[in-house]
């Protein structure tokens, strides 16, 4: 179930908010609370309140919010009864009633949605009030702030593991780093999450859009069989991973969902995840940390010393994989314009970079003929001679058909190598004097500093939006054991890469 919630100035304002979102959710909460208004109170009347309940269609929640629940509302206890008592009067359906003012308050006409906003680290505590205090028929919400995904996962174990004597619930964490929370909920009990309606501002921290949640999730309802997964890092609020595994899992129908959660440590966050998380993908800075911990190790996590995917095989036990070696060796094929299959022997592929995406790439074109340049040469010395790779040191020039930056210059906007150090133009098996590919790790930013300069000397380049599709496709068939739907997939990245270029 999820709840619109709108806001408004004006009376005027939250009815034109409200009737553009009344499509959105099962439930529209109007929130009464409005900024520069007596008390933070807004003004209405009886009749138009009737008359936009009516015309929504849909059943009303009313919430009158102060500072601890994302309102403004300043008013004494006599003030707030009779705007809720105004708005019943209207015919609401549900009305938001605060856990500490509920003695106080007492009991209305409508149903109670009984509330507690608090710290994560007073859920517990707040789930036992709320059940004490709790009246027949009253739905209860609780909604933990949280700081990172820790404390969300903390929020949703409290769902999951309360004793709430059949009282229906909505649990999640509110914050930025929570927004996550919204979209898994269900799967640890919740019977409701709030969110912004499209067109209008949230009205609390980490609301998203009602669109974007049923997007996010399985077209199935949600519960304690929903398999969940999630890409890792540090940060991560930038990837796309969450959009095409929510497309590929929608398309085939599975009851899954997939999140971001932002994460420093891999090994604070494993403990919490239980039986519902069954794959995860990792970025920086996390990936490293996913070869030590993981069980299990496939060829291609060992040769890169890293892990971009782990696999649930058993409780707290995981196995890694490394989907970048996938996604390189098709993108750099693609890239020459080979078949997938093809081989890279006798092809000079130089290598900028000594971290892990380095690592990773010398063991997927391992066929061709390497070379290795890093800004830290001591790194790249150490890498090339654990691959049996010639390293550019005090070389005029890098000769090469391909030239494959995994490099994070780009996320700082800078080249990892001044472009004249790039002979642009090689002589190839494929044909003398073919121009010098240049292809990018990062789809975001998808014209690198490195890759424009590139251009303006008559190199061909290419993006890393092939890289990250073919490692995405690969993951995806890691955690469900399935062939993922390409093309869904594939549509999905350009259609998010299209948006975020549009003016």
């Known amino acids: 179930m999820i709840v619109v919630s709108v806001q408004g100035a004006s009376f005027a304002e939250l009815a034109t908010r409200a009737s553009a979102a009344r499509e959105e959710g099962d439930i529209v909460e109007l929130r009464l609370d409005a900024p520069g208004a007596p008390h933070g109170a807004l003004a209405f009347g009886v009749e138009e309140l009737r008359s936009l309940k009516e015309h929504l269609g849909r059943p009303v929640l009313v919430a009158l919010n102060g500072p601890e629940a994302h309102g403004c509302f300043s008013g004494p206890l006599a003030a707030r009864r009779a705007v809720l008592d105004a708005a019943v009067a209207a015919g609401v359906d549900l009305v938001d009633m605060p856990l500490h003012l509920a003695a106080e308050l007492g009991a209305f006409a409508a149903r109670r949605v009984l509330s507690a906003h608090v710290d994560a680290a007073a859920c517990e505590h707040a789930a036992r009030a709320l059940v004490e205090r709790a009246a027949p028929g009253d739905l209860l919400k609780l909604v933990g702030r949280a700081t990172d995904a820790v404390e969300g996962l903390e929020v949703l174990r409290v769902c999951a593991r309360h004793d709430w004597r059949d009282h229906r619930h909505a649990v999640f964490a509110s914050g930025l780093e929570a927004a996550w929370t919204r979209i898994v ?274 190199m061909s380049t290419f993006d890393g939006s092939r890289w990250f599709l073919e490692q995405a496709i690969a993951q995806f068939e890691s955690h469900h054991g399935l062939p993922a739907p390409r093309a869904a997939m594939e549509d999905e990245l350009r259609a998010a890469l299209a948006a975020e270029q549009a003016p």
């Open 185 to 458: 909920a269900p799967a640890f009990g919740s019977a409701a999450v709030w969110a912004r309606a499209t067109e209008a501002p949230a009205t609390a921290p980490g609301q998203l859009d009602a669109h974007a949640l049923r997007a996010a999730r399985p077209a199935r309802p949600m519960g304690s069989s929903t398999r969940l997964c999630a890409v890792l890092g540090d940060p991560v609020a930038h990837s796309l991973s969450p959009r095409l595994h929510a497309r590929a899992l929608r398309e085939l129908g599975l009851d899954a969902a997939f999140v971001a959660l932002r994460v420093a440590r891999l090994d604070e966050i494993l403990p919490l995840l239980d039986e519902r998380w069954i794959g995860l993908a990792l970025t920086a800075p996390l990936k490293q940390q996913g070869a030590h911990l993981a069980l299990e190790l496939d060829a291609a996590t060992r040769a890169a010393c890293a892990a971009n995917t782990l696999v649930r095989v058993a409780r707290g036990a995981w196995r890694a994989t490394n989907t970048d070696v996938v996604g390189i060796g098709l993108a750099a094929r693609a890239a020459l314009g080979l078949a997938p299959q093809a081989s890279l022997s006798g092809r000079r592929i130089a290598i900028l970079g000594a971290g892990g995406a380095a690592r990773a790439a010398c063991h997927a074109l391992r066929e061709a003929r390497l070379s290795l340049w890093a800004r830290d040469a001591d790194a790249a010395r150490a890498l090339g001679s654990a691959s049996g790779i010639a390293v550019f040191e005090h070389v005029a020039a890098i000769e090469a058909e391909l030239v494959l930056d995994c490099t994070s210059a780009a996320l700082a906007g800078e080249s990892p190598v001044p472009i004249e150090r790039i002979a642009p133009r090689t002589s190839t098996i494929a044909g003398a004097g073919a121009p010098t590919v240049v292809l990018g790790s990062t789809y975001r930013p998808a014209r690198t500093p490195l890759l424009v300069a590139a251009a303006g000397r008559g």
